[in-house]
């Protein structure tokens, strides 16, 4: 931008626990003026944490009455940013729009494209809004002063916590948003057993994944394909693909898998971890294996150590998972059969499922280099959003203001 004057910044939602909090707190700190605006009560516990900035406001108005609500606060505090994570969510989505017809300027947070060790920041939106992959074809991304990830230990307890209190947040001060539309079907204390769920399952299915794990390093090496399933809520199955739900695509790849596969060839289906506690595929992928004669050839787990694993993986088949990247830079062949960012040449194929099972297609490394680097540089920035989540908020505020 060019003008001098403070930067006008709305935050909507962010992700689980203080980062939005650390975020206002960087913004204001650079001279930005902040606006929230928060939709439930688990917004409010979060985003307020600091307080002090310009306004946080409620919204607790209905669904429908969101777009007029939005397009008056944008014109009116004379908002030039709305920064938010995910932009698929009812509420975000509408945003979205509007700001392109008021020429406000739309940035959108979500989980690094590259993992782990960077999460994403992108103008226009994410994923299959995002604007990179044309942008790169026309030759305007660079890959200059790459940053380094910013990796460390599993974030899974942290997220576990902070979904707890958020949503303990969302139930207490439920009266103050009684029209609030999330983005996770159930109430409550259904969010709070499926994160329970989620711990439980985590110890219950080590051992049986261990076990696993070591016929993929041993017998099964070079014999099997996988398929990272991905949230059943995400966004990459609901707005870009043509599945109905990840059990539908369950249903198409096994069934893709049985009538063109080599027989001796195996398939592992890797359940998703933040999806470990809301959703569970095993009866449906057990009725699969029976009704395609596929028992024993076909496998369901929750954990693999990927980095450890690909040297061993035939071929990965995706949604749109950023599984795919990492399954990419170890030149493993791999299938989109979402609206995937990652379908360019010599990199991800996309679509032609029945013929990748005995054709697939080499990886050009030089291609995906080239590929991850501008991305990284254009997209990502390092740390996690669970992790030093103050240091990364602090990286996430430098790099919006320098758009």
Known sequence: MTSTAPRRILLLQGPLGPFTAYLIAELRKSGAEVFRINLNGGDALYGGFFGGYEVALPFRERPEDWSDFMARFLESNQIDTVVAYGDCRFYHRVAREICAVQDVRFFGLEEGYIRPGYVTLEEG??????????RFSAGETSAANMPAPDAGPSTFWA??????????????RG??????????????????????????????YRQRDARLEARLHGDLSGRFFLVPLQVAIDAQVLYHSDFASVGAFIEAVVASFARHANGDDHLVLKHHPMDRGF?????????LAH??????????????DLDRLWP???????????VGFSALKAGVPTVTLGRSMMAVPGMAQAGHLDAFWQVQPSVDSDAVQTFVSHLVVETQVPGSFYRKDNVTAARVAAKLLAF
């Open 125 to 134: 939106g994410n994923n299959g809004n995002s604007r990179f992959p044309a």
């Open 312 to 322: 061993h993986v035939k071929g990965c088949v995706t949604i749109n998972s950023t």
């Open 159 to 172: 997220q576990a916590g902070y979904a707890y209190r958020y949503y303990g947040g969302k139930f207490f």
């Open 291 to 304: 009704a395609h004669g596929l028992v024993g050839r076909l496998h369901y787990c929750f954990d693999l």
């Open 175 to 204: 009266d103050l948003f009684p029209h609030y539309l999330h983005h996770r079907p159930g109430p409550w204390p259904y969010e709070v057993y499926c994160w329970g769920m989620a711990a439980l399952r985590k110890q219950l």
């Open 279 to 287: 959703s569970h595929y095993g009866r449906l992928i057990r009725q």
